[in-house]
């Protein structure tokens, strides 16, 4: 099956560092961001899972639940969690999934063959609370992911569900917007847009971001 943006995120149930997990009703009305990682005891995947654990706060804020997933068993995690805690001075309080048997991995489509036939690709899912899929991003096993152009994709779809704009190259959090091009009419422009708009082209206009 292939997961597009806009399909509804698989549930599935598996153990995890924080005991069995049934995704759907883990997530609850959150959001979520379901990320691989290879494998335990790999270097750049150590660094990830640190990183997203100091940024904890700011995915909460955001009401982001975050969960890892690598295909070794909740056993060998443990002793991971362990390492990760003391090599990169952090706490981890979410949970990694134990996928041995690939369930979740092969359900996500986390496996590319011409990559490495064991081990998964770096995919990051954004889940948002109808459990829909919003956006995904897969790197490749040698590169580690930027956690805060995660939380930076997190804004701008937060920020576009609701109001009728979206975000420019290299937006981030408090940057000017551009309104849809689907909203033409005057009157819900100058409601939605108090602060007035700069149209560089007919199609490109910029306004202050509307929720500042
Ligand atoms: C890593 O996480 O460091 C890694 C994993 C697999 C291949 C290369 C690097």
New binding site residues.
Partial sequence: MSLHLGSIAPDFEQDSSHGRIRFHTWLGTSWGVLFS???DF???????LGRAANLAQEFAARGVKMLAVSVDDVPTHGRWIADIEETQRCTLEYPILGDADRKVATLYDMIHPEA?DT?TV?SAFFIDPNKRIRAVITY???T?RSFAEILRVIDSLQLTDNHKVATPADWKDGDDVVIVPALQDAKEIAERFPKGYKALRPYLRMTPQPNR
């Fill in positions: 990682h290879p494998k790999t270097p750049v995947c150590t660094t990830e490495s081990m770096r490749p096993a040698s580690g």
